[in-house]
């Protein structure tokens, strides 16, 4: 692969191809395109430290050392503050060469690291590692992951210490995630300082996956001649996928989808967190993911990356209290079969089922409150909880059934051992949390005997209570 190019068409942006950055470049003059440049607003300078600074670092703490102890009491944090302030006084004001010569131990003891990996294939592990368990929207390993992780400090952001950023969407979406986990070799990982440089690379990296989703449906003809672009469909990349099992086009969908989870574990944005599993859901219906396979030979990676897709959605209205009426138009026409583990054939179908357990509860209350502000007839209400409930009580007498061993490994394997029981146990917290209590059930029972207007005054009193 070719390294990094400071200016490149977009052209040779959505092939990731070397630019030699002229009017035209060599490679659309060869193949006959219009060579278009846009500027692109990842990265900048960054600023240079001088040796210097470690120098005077390094002075003012042999000064502290020989301070006599008999007198105040000796505070290390001190000593800390002096070479964290040192070091990026120093740098900010005078710049020049990188601290090349900063030895690993006492830099890392003092500045915030983050996690960053070496290579596709060293985040692809760790995705397997942190991510999988909890999110498995990409089919199994093939072998056993193991966590290659590479500390980058926090006064060695130009990439001199030799870690590469990634490139596709895919990737940097993973690594805003991965970002967010504590690094083995930060000494204070629960400090302030520690956790706001992790957000803040977190967000660099899902800032730049959005981007890169942006620049991979460019056409190099939008910005020149509109009605030739509106022939055209974005071009193909060439490059190897991330995962050898999944198609190139299906790799924005699941970088959508895992910024969606960003926005909402991470930032709290439901509205962001909408819309990234808005312009998934679009993309996966655009390639047609939501209906049955022809082919004989089941694609786990096209079910797995439209189910999970319907869960972001889902969870999205969920957590909103709103309707995806989007879903609710097209719900006739999903077709494709459930995603099934090596381990478990059942796991993902009652996690799905039990999703949308929830999200019916979610339409149920939105209805019930409209109702009663409304004065409506209640009668219809109480029909549709009963039948709720007593679906409801099914699925939890299935879950509630289940013995669930403990695995033989801690790390996901190609059976998906750990897989399967992480979603057996979010299937029981999804159906336990919208199950309708009992005493409200008994309760409920009782005053529909009574007259509909004493039900519409006690529901209104327990949501004026809520």
Not at 46 to 69: G, L, T, Y
Not at 298 to 312: F, G, L
Not at 318 to 346: H, K, M, Q, R
């Amino acid at each position: 692969m070719p390294g990094p190019i400071k200016l490149a068409c977009l052209s040779c942006r959505a092939s990731r191809t070397r630019c030699d950055g002229l009017q035209p470049c060599v490679s659309c003059s060869n193949r006959g395109r219009d060579c278009v440049y846009q500027p692109s607003r990842r990265g900048g300078a960054r600023v240079r430290k001088k040796n210097r600074a470690w120098e005077q670092a390094v002075a003012e703490k042999e000064a502290s050392e020989q301070i006599p102890q008999h007198g105040d009491v000796w505070d290390p944090a001190q000593d800390a503050d002096v070479i964290f302030d040192a070091l990026f006084s120093q740098s900010i004001i005078s710049g020049g060469d990188i601290l090349s010569e900063s030895p690993p131990d006492i830099s890392s003891q003092f500045i915030p690291s983050v996690r960053t990996y070496q290579d596709d294939t060293a985040i692809l592990d760790a995705y397997y590692i942190f991510i999988h368990p909890y999110f498995p929207i990409l089919p199994p390993p093939k072998t056993i992951p193991r966590d290659q992780a590479i500390p980058r400090y926090q006064n060695n952001m130009d990439g001199s210490g030799g870690e590469s950023e990634p490139s596709t969407s895919i990737s940097l979406a993973i690594s805003a995630m991965l970002a967010l986990i504590p690094c083995i070799h930060d000494p204070h990982p629960t400090s302030k300082e520690s956790v706001l440089f992790r957000r803040d690379y977190a967000q660099y990296l899902a800032q730049c996956a959005l981007e890169c989703i942006e620049i991979e449906s460019e056409i190099p003809e939008s910005s020149v001649d509109p009605a030739k672009a509106l022939l055209q469909t974005p071009c193909c990349d060439s490059r190897e996928p991330f995962h050898p099992k999944v198609p190139l086009e299906l790799e924005s969908i699941i970088a959508l989808d895992i910024l969606s989870a960003y926005e909402y574990a991470q930032r709290g944005n439901l509205k962001k967190m909408e819309n990234r599993a808005g312009q998934a859901l679009m993309a996966a219906m655009s390639l047609s993911l939501h209906l049955r396979d022809d082919n004989d030979e089941p694609n786990e990676a096209k079910r797995r990356v439209w189910w999970m897709t319907y869960i972001c959605v889902s969870q999205a209205a969920i957590v909103g209290n709103i309707e995806p009426s989007i879903l609710a138009v097209f719900i006739p026409t999903f077709a494709t079969e459930y995603p099934a583990l090596e381990s478990d054939l059942e796991a993902f179908s009652s996690l799905i089922q039990a999703q949308q357990a929830m999200l019916a509860t979610t339409q149920f209350s939105t209805e019930l409150s409209k109702a009663v502000k409304l004065n409506s007839d209640m009668g219809r209400i109480h029909e549709r909880m009963r039948e709720l409930d007593s679906h409801l009580e099914s699925l939890i007498k299935v879950a509630d059934s289940w013995v669930l061993q403990s695995t033989r490994t801690a790390t996901v394997n190609p059976t998906e051992e750990v897989v399967s029981r992480s979603l057996r146990c979010m299937t029981r917290i999804k159906l336990n949390s919208c199950r309708v209590t009992k005493p409200w059930r008994l309760i409920l029972a009782h005053i529909f005997d009574v007259t509909d207007q004493g039900v519409i005054m006690f529901i209104r009193g327990q949501l004026i209570r809520k």
